[in-house]
């Protein structure tokens, strides 16, 4: 699955939700997080960032290993 990180705090782009085939994008308190179980890891996303927030969990930062628990629990809360 791929995984959004800390640059999208107060990131006001969405571009990555509007190449997204299945809408797995939700809004979090001040930026947006992946459904672990909706995406389907086409790798659409990741590029359209301006951000440079979006990984695949698998290349995921160690300092952004946070963001794996945080983008499950928001998608379901929001
Ligand atoms: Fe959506 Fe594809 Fe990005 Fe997953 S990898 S969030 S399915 S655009």
Do not use: M, R
């Not at 939700?17 to 672990?36: A, K, Q, R, S, T």
């Not at 945080?70 to 809360?77: F, S």
Request: glycine share 2%; hydrophobic share 35%.
């Amino acid at each position: 699955t791929y995984v959004v990180t800390e640059n999208c705090i107060k990131c006001k782009y969405t571009d990555c939700v509007d190449v997204c085939p299945v809408d797995c994008f939700y809004e979090g308190p001040n930026f947006l997080v992946i459904h672990p179980d909706e995406c389907i890891d086409c790798g659409l996303c990741e590029p359209e960032c301006p951000a440079d927030a979006i990984f695949s969990e698998d290349d995921l930062p160690k300092d952004q290993l946070a963001f794996v628990d945080l983008n499950a629990e928001l998608a379901e809360v929001w």
